[in-house]
């Protein structure tokens, strides 16, 4: 007979976590969520991330607000596309001669 896992599992927000369970989480997780992190798919099509937790009673997945920049600046796309020559390449040319110094070693 295969054992069963008697845990209470739960989903809750890390800012909903007693104070104590906070600090339990961030010492568990002192680099940060990013490499544990999870994107828990709800079935009405919203989602959420989530840590996973456990205490010897209750087997956690915390949810952590991640702020996602959804929002594109148009006017960032003149700095990056568009012309692609570059101004002052011309006077950048190289003139086949060797700009080393005499005596200088590095």
Known sequence: MAPTNSKKRLVVSFNNLPAELQEQVK?????GYSDVMMR????NGDFFYAVPFETEEVSYLVKIDVKIDDVRDDDDDKDYFGDDELKGADEIQDDGSDDTVDGDDF
């Open 40 to 43: 828990i798919d709800k079935p």
């Open 27 to 31: 010492a568990m997780y002192p680099l």
